[in-house]
């Protein structure tokens, strides 16, 4: 009997020092993946091919790391809302470009997509730190436009881009008019059980059974739920209830947290959809929920000239 619990224990500590590891070796490769298996780092296509007038901007984070973006004008004649866009953390911008494409038509908006550093034309290399230096950089660069309404700025961020636009809203009250998740993560921390199941009894974060003893381990924590309730903006929740990767308890989780303390929010659930294709599987209800959502909480300042098609005043196509 002694023999056996002796083996356990090596065994459980043998467990936590190849965990720890593991960990501290691999865990921007875990959390970070510029470039998808099989293919290349660089752009696959360019907003043209799909038509759409593009502008390349090329812009500094506040350490100085050089930072590629697409800057995509729906028309000249409309001053709609510019959505910011941050993307999942697998693949660059251009694997996001059928989806942005779409937005445009459906909510008349103009897009701007970032590259992380350390993705796409981007230099440096991924971080937390660094991924919020370059969204800030981004945001200060389109406040600085004057070809966009600077009042309608609107965060949308999937997956990982959901934590970073939570972090940029909750720094920029004043610049963000309005911030949607979709399918985003309560914490790295809180995912780290559910990428490597051993890990769950070490790592772990307010969403789970409480703070673990390896966290101080974790880089990039992205514990979006320790700040989502400083969000003063209105928040959309899209959440895709067949989400394989982020448990939809998630997007629960962060909606009750931002309730409690701010009640202009919305929170929406899609039956069929998965992490990556909520987008299509939500069909034409998706989108008019998030138009429903700007119509409420972003209204239009002035009415667009015939570039657009969208009547503010009209809420009879908006059903959800």
């Not at 043998?14 to 660089?42: F, K, S, T, W």
């Not at 070809?147 to 949308?156: C, E, L, P």
């Not at 294709?277 to 138009?291: F, L």
Request: glycine share 8%; net charge neutral; hydrophobic share 40%.
């Amino acid at each position: 009997m002694a023999s056996w619990l002796k083996a356990l224990i090596y065994g459980a500590g043998g467990m936590a020092v190849v965990g720890m590891a593991a960990l501290v070796a691999l865990q921007e490769r875990l959390v970070y993946v510029p470039v998808l298996p099989g293919l290349a780092r660089a752009y696959a296509i360019t907003p043209a091919r799909l038509r759409l007038d593009y502008e390349d901007v090329w812009l500094h984070s506040s350490d100085g790391v050089r930072l590629h973006s697409w800057f995509i004008k729906h028309s000249p004649a409309c001053r709609g809302p510019t959505i910011l866009f941050f993307q999942e953390n697998a693949g660059n911008i251009a694997h996001r470009l059928e989806f942005v494409r779409l937005m445009m038509q459906r909510l008349q908006c103009n897009v701007f997509m970032l590259s992380y550093r350390g993705y796409g034309e981007s230099d440096g290399y991924p971080s937390q730190h660094g991924i919020i230096k370059d969204a800030q950089a981004a945001l200060d660069h389109l406040t600085q436009r004057n070809d966009i309404d600077t009042s309608r700025i609107v965060v949308f961020g999937r997956s990982l881009g959901g934590a970073v636009g939570t972090v940029l809203a909750k720094n920029n009250p004043d610049k963000v008019s309005a911030l949607i998740l979709e399918n985003t993560f309560t914490s790295i921390l809180d995912m780290a059980g559910i990428m490597l199941p051993f890990l769950k009894w070490f790592i772990g974060g307010s969403a789970s059974s409480g703070p673990k003893v390896l966290n101080f381990l974790v880089r990039s924590p992205w514990s979006t739920i320790d700040i989502i309730g400083q969000v003063k903006q209105p928040i959309l929740f899209l959440s895709g209830l067949q989400d394989e990767l982020v448990p939809p308890s998630h997007m629960r989780i962060l909606y009750d947290k931002h309730v409690e303390h701010n009640r202009q929010c919305m929170f929406v659930d899609f039956p069929s959809g998965m992490h990556m294709d909520t987008w299509i599987s939500g069909g034409d209800r998706y989108w008019r929920t998030i138009q429903l959502y700007l119509d409420r909480y972003v209204p239009e300042m002035q009415i667009c000239d015939l570039g657009c098609k969208n009547d503010p005043t009209d809420k009879s196509n908006i059903l959800l």
